[in-house]
């Protein structure tokens, strides 16, 4: 059974909170199981989407775009009769991003008993220019584009917040209860940084075998293999841009030994860290 994990396996290149993808298939595709782990806006451009999760449905046409809550769902891609293609410009953001938007904006989001896990919404000429605005920083370098992208994404969450009202912030966290907001919150943003399962479940207010239950419980996957494949892209992401030595960066992925690291990305990539980095930069 092929499960399809987004944005992961769309290999996008950012890897900011918040990711950009230009997504076009000339063939219709049946019932995609997609494991979403972030959070999505899907603006379609062409073609239908339906969507099936868990406890709802919907198919939207061209004039609508959905904000879609990760999680596991079935989707349908039907091409357009007039151009043979489906389009939609995906704009993937993490709950911590959501976060902090709600914490810089002082916004309080208050629960309505009725969670759901997508919101359909219209098109209207301002969010049809935002569209357009995405592709065209598609197109831009890398670093431009990233720093763009978080300045787009506060946007368009203002211009909602205001057309829509608070409420639509509520649709989108209330699938989730507080203690998983925050427990996410926790992860992401310890990613990185050398602490202990102890000290993380100690910031989540649990005990360690509540903490690693409630970790495969989200994640799928124990939290010792999760942390390890977060740091390994990571050390990958700063061989391939930044041209450091692997001897300069080990400690920063989150290694203890430089042995340690060498056997660990030789693992996961196949080939040792140096290999990596002299295969990029002959690319």
């Not at 946007?155 to 205001?162: A, D, F, V």
Request: with cysteine.
């Amino acid at each position: 059974m092929k499960i399809t994990s987004l944005p992961e396996d769309l290999k996008i290149k950012d890897t900011t909170a918040v990711q950009l993808f230009d997504y076009r298939v000339h063939d219709s595709l049946w019932r995609t199981k997609i494991n979403l782990t972030q959070n999505t806006f899907s603006f379609l451009r062409e073609g239908t989407k339906q969507i099936i999760t868990n406890t709802e449905s919907t198919t939207i046409n061209n004039d609508e775009f959905l904000i879609i809550k990760s999680g596991k769902c079935l989707m349908t891609e039907t091409i357009s009769a007039d151009h043979q293609v489906y389009h939609s410009v995906l704009l993937f953001f993490t709950d911590e991003m959501l976060l902090e938007f709600l914490e810089k904006n002082k916004t309080e989001v208050r629960t309505s008993g009725n969670p759901t896990s997508f919101l359909v919404s219209s098109y209207d000429d301002y969010i049809k220019h935002f569209v357009q605005s995405l592709e065209r920083i598609n197109q831009m370098n890398k670093g431009l584009r990233e720093r763009l992208l978080k300045l787009k994404f506060e946007e368009i969450m203002s211009y909602l917040m205001e057309k829509e009202g608070e409420a639509f912030l509520t649709a989108i966290l209330e699938r989730h209860d507080s203690q998983t907001v925050r427990f996410k919150y926790v992860i992401e943003n310890n990613k990185l940084n050398k602490m202990s399962l102890q000290d993380l479940s100690f910031l989540c207010n649990m005990s360690l075998s509540t903490f690693k239950r409630t970790f495969k419980k989200h994640y799928e996957i124990t939290p010792i293999k999760w942390f390890q494949d977060q740091r390994l892209e990571h050390a990958a992401f700063l061989l391939k841009t930044q041209k450091k030595r692997p001897i300069e960066l080990f400690e920063e992925a989150g290694f203890e030994t430089l042995s340690n690291f060498i056997q660990a990305f030789k693992k996961k990539y196949s080939i040792t860290p140096k290999q990596f980095q002299l295969e990029e930069l002959d690319f």
